[in-house]
């Protein structure tokens, strides 16, 4: 089986790859194995026991979460596979958001990551407070001309035509 959105191979551990971990976590979710070649072939660990005890309580420290790592076996060498659900919030690693998209993982900055968060939030930018931002700003023929329209469509009772826009 070859690497894709949701699986991803590595010959050894490297606190790198913690970072892989949290673009799946904010993606749809993968498995890592530690051991295994790009073709996922089973290459082995050395140290796949102190992995085993290691590689959890990096990954909390790093990003707060809590994934599944196991100690795997084939034909006498031993592998770790790491098993991360999707989360419904943004997962950031060390204060970086990474993203899984094809067979990559991506860091998400500036638009990109605000349109992530607001998208895990279930925010759309148009529900977004304006600082600053005051009744004084808004044009009242605007708002004139949507309670006509609104009225028209009966969203709104036309007694309400006739009430201030404050």
């Known amino acids: 089986m070859s690497e894709n959105q949701n699986i991803e191979w590595k010959r050894k551990w490297d606190n790198e790859y913690l ?22 072939n089973v290459v082995g660990l050395q140290n796949a026991r102190k992995l085993l005890e290691d590689i959890p309580n990096k990954i909390r420290d790093a990003m707060g979460i809590v994934v599944e790592v196991n100690l795997l076996e084939k034909d006498g060498e031993k592998y770790i596979e790491i ?50 931002f005051t009744i004084k700003d808004v044009d009242d023929g605007v708002v004139d001309y949507f309670r006509k329209l609104a009225a028209k469509k009966g969203r709104i009772d036309e007694g309400l035509l006739e009430e201030s826009i404050e």
């Open 83 to 132: 098993v991360v659900p999707p989360y419904p919030i943004g997962i950031s690693c060390k204060g970086v958001y990474h993203y899984r998209s094809g067979s990559t993982k991506q860091i998400l900055s500036g638009p990109a990551l605000e349109t992530f968060l607001m998208r895990k939030r279930g925010v759309t930018w148009d529900n977004m407070p304006y600082p600053a």
């Open 19 to 40: 970072g892989w971990i949290c673009g799946f976590a904010n993606a749809q979710g993968g498995k890592l194995y530690i051991g295994c070649d790009d073709n996922g």
